[in-house]
């Protein structure tokens, strides 16, 4: 990226910020069979004025240069709990749904994350379990004997954990015996065209019996055709996410579709 970019985004994010002019996003996971939602992820779309709509892959890497990402994404975490919270409220079947958020490199390393999550989780009164963290291979990779240090705290915790962007980290499956992970999210890479790609097919049905290997659940993220959803289908795959299905939304749509769609309750995935 270049220079004046980063120095113009770094700037519009830190105006964001203090302007509280960023909202959470959700995008639903599916039954791949019939289409319920099993659980969504919470995710950072920005419009930032004349800058136009700008996605979460541009915008985090600078967030974490200037260190922003550490607020964003706690504000990130308040925010869907207290979305979690305001459904269960009303009663809303959203509220039954497992919910993810992305944690990043930074704020995975971050001394307070734990406190901050047994804090914001009792503010809100809910039990762990309804919160899911994402964190990518790649950060877990980084330094995989801390990770796994950190990945049984959260699991003795009761904290679901994901590991996002699966195949695109170096992951090493020696130390991936040893994670406690609930779920793998196959990357896009792997999904992009899977109905004819010989080699993104085999990949798929590699990473699906490493899954099941370790005893996590496993969904395909980015689907974005029917040829595709009915391949992994055929591979054993039951849960994707994906602009096929939908796409981000906000949190008006996304109820809506939970009543039109109905949901699945007791799905590990979101
Ligand atoms: O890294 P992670 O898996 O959290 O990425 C989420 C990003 O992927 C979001 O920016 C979201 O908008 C995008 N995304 C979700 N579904 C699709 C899809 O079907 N195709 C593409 N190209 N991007 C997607
Ligand atoms: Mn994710």
Known sequence: MLVSRRNELGQAIQHAVARDELSVHYQPVVDLQDRRIL????????????????LPDEFIPVAEETGLIVPIGNWVVQET???????????????????????????????????????????????PQALVLEITEGVIMDNAHRAEALLDEMHQRGLPVHIDDFGTGYSSLARLQ??????????????????????????????????TAIGATIVAEGVETEAEARTLLDLGYTSAQGYLFARPMPIDTLMGLVRSKGVHVGAKVA
């Open 178 to 211: 040893h994670l406690r992970i609930d779920v793998i999210k196959l990357d896009r890479a792997f999904v992009q065209q899977v109905d004819t790609r010989p080699e993104a097919r085999a990949m798929a049905a590699a990473i699906f019996h490493v899954s």
């Open 81 to 127: 709990c207290r979305q979690i919270a305001q459904w269960r409220r009303n009663g809303d079947p959203a509220g039954l749904l497992p919910v993810s958020v992305n944690l990043s490199n930074k704020e995975f390393w971050h001394g307070g994350l734990l406190e901050h999550l047994d804090d914001t989780l009792a503010a809100a009164a809910l039990e």
């Open 39 to 54: 659980g969504c992820e919470s995710l950072l779309p920005w419009k930032a004025g004349s800058l136009g709509e700008i």
